[in-house]
């Protein structure tokens, strides 16, 4: 009897987690898992797909193999498809729900003793062990060899640069609402300029590791 697509796809991650965590082996076996099924994820016209997708992808590398930020992917639960799609729409929601788009969200909030609301994923702390691909990003993003990101900032606010927004955004992410208080520029604003000037550079950078 042939083997499944989705046959394949589970051996291939089955051999991948396998792999020691954070070896050569371990990444070029996310990269073609992540190869194999970066076309198949729900679409979604949102201002913040991008953005959940990116998401996405670290939760994906996070705990595929072991549950480093929720419970390790389970292949006899669901496909990674529907895995992977129920965390993006999970982000998209939360997205539209912090700007007033959406009543739902997926996430518990609890009220401090200030009397405001805090959001709980906001308190997750970053894991010990980062993905090679987040420490990678990271990298890039800081050194900064060519000086574009630095060169590259808002009109309003010479502060806001996209290495700025690049580095503050990854695991753990730094939520718009905090940024817009820091440094007194609306979240829209801020959104849209990673949008159209720092996301098409770290993807650029992710399609040249392999990521993408």
């Known amino acids: 009897m042939a083997i499944s697509n989705e046959q394949q796809l589970v051996q ?14 371990r990444q070029k076996g996310l990269t073609a898992i ?3 099924i970066q076309g198949k994820l729900w679409k979604d016209s949102s201002p913040h797909y991008q953005d959940a997708l990116q998401r996405t992808w670290f939760y994906f590398c996070r705990n595929l193999c072991e549950a ?11 496909s990674v498809i529907t895995w992977l799609n129920a965390y993006l729409k999970g982000e998209l929601t939360k997205a539209g729900w912090q700007d007033g788009r959406a009543q739902q969200r997926m996430a518990p909030l609890v009220i401090n003793s200030g009397g405001e609301f805090i959001d709980l994923l906001d308190t997750v702390p970053a894991p010990s062990d980062l993905p090679p691909m987040l420490e990678t990003t990271r990298e890039w993003a800081e050194t900064d060899t060519s000086r574009e990101l630095r060169r590259i900032h808002l009109k309003e606010n010479s502060r806001v640069t996209c290495q700025m927004v690049i580095l503050r955004r990854l695991p753990p992410e730094t939520p718009w609402k905090v940024l817009s208080d820091e440094f007194d520029v609306p979240i829209a604003t801020l959104s849209t300029f990673y949008r159209r000037q720092c996301l098409p550079r770290l993807r650029k950078f992710g399609e040249e590791q392999g990521y993408l």
Do not use: H, N, V, Y
């Not at 480093?68 to 669901?78: G, I």
């Open 12 to 25: 291939l991650i089955r051999q991948t987690c396998q792999q020691p965590r954070g070896s050569l082996e």
């Open 68 to 78: 480093t930020t929720a419970p390790q992917f389970d292949p006899e639960r669901a």
């Open 34 to 36: 992540l190869k194999t």
